[in-house]
């Protein structure tokens, strides 16, 4: 996971004799970051719709007890997963559109170019952290509580209003103009949906950016 990325090894001086290495006692936080990462890393195998405390504790090398010292529930660990994913991305498209909501007054063009950079964004994000997809996508959260699916459902509808107001000024000529952001807009997040699906589903080997830009001249 790149963005999750793990933490450094002090290097060990060369004229120093070489000696049992002491556990070093994680600074505060760095523990919760490397639960996160090992959750993520785990989720990239075969079959990990369903991960165990027990298993995510044992890739550690520590107790369960000690998951839940930063972590109230399993819950909680992947409602960090999902913090990092509306973090990232939505700092990304703001990015894009140089605000948290597009211009409305931008030029047709201006609209259809961002809304194809969030589109690719999104599917670039997936295509590096891939255990991050099975979340996004609800693979990983069958069995976990329902609000966990929430949580994505609604960053999904955060995407796709995105994308409406990017797509408005292009159909500002039409007779239905609102309506035709809308079918616009919902028609790209579910492409972006549909390639992160095929992506999990084909254990990570259909990357989600094949033939990317091709695909969006179709729809826009």
Known sequence: MSELSPLPVP??????AEAPAARKRPKPGERRVQILQALAAMLEQPGAERITTAALAARLSVSEAALYR?????????EGLID???QTVFTLVAQITGRDVPDPAQAPEAGARQAARIVALLLQFGERNPGMVRVMVGDALVFEHERLQQRMNQFFDR???TLRQCLRP????????????QVAASVLTAFAVGRLQRYARSGFKRLPSEHLE???ALIL
């Open 70 to 78: 930063h972590f109230a529930s399993k819950a909680q660990m992947f």
């Open 159 to 161: 995407i796709e209003s």
């Open 11 to 16: 290097a060990r001086n060369d004229g120093e």
């Open 170 to 181: 292009a159909a500002a000529a039409s007779a239905t103009p609102t309506v035709d952001a």
């Open 214 to 216: 091709a695909s969006l």
């Open 84 to 86: 990092f994913i509306e």
